[in-house]
Nanobody
Framework: QVQLVESGGGLVQPGGSLRLSCVAS????????MGWYRQVPGKERELVAQ??????YSGDSVEGRFTINRDKAKNMVSLQLDDLKPEDTATYYC???????????????WGQGTHVTVSS
């Protein structure tokens, strides 16, 4: 079983900052990538940022404001959110692409989500 546990969401004023963290635990062989997506009701889940095999990918709407970091030794990924805007309000989901066994296929796993509200 694999678990992704997120922390760090909350309420912040426009222009403020938050830091989200996610730790993966459980039975897996290798994590190929970790990252963050977000979703608002009625819309599709969208990529915020992810690191896969050492390369970083970011969504256009957050580039330059959000910074992703991954600690492979701790199976952790964090997301620093700066200069937050009301349109950043969403549920943020941690994602991991991992294999459960040596040379096994990689699958997507998701956290439960953490809410970020940007409002004055």
């Amino acid at each position: 079983q694999v678990q992704l546990v997120e922390s760090g969401g909350g309420l912040v004023q426009p222009g403020g900052s938050l830091r989200l963290s996610c730790v993966a635990s459980g039975n897996f062989f290798e994590i190929y990538g970790m990252g963050w997506y977000r979703q608002v009701p009625g819309k599709e889940r969208e990529l915020v940022a992810q690191i896969i095999s050492g390369r970083t990918y970011s969504g256009d709407s957050v580039e330059g404001r959000f910074t992703i970091n991954r600690d492979k030794a701790k199976n952790m990924v964090s997301l620093q959110l700066d200069d937050l805007k009301p349109e950043d309000t969403a549920t943020y989901y941690c994602n991991a692409q991992l294999s459960r066994k040596d040379r096994g296929p990689a699958y997507d796993y998701w956290g439960q989500g953490t809410h970020v509200t940007v409002s004055s």
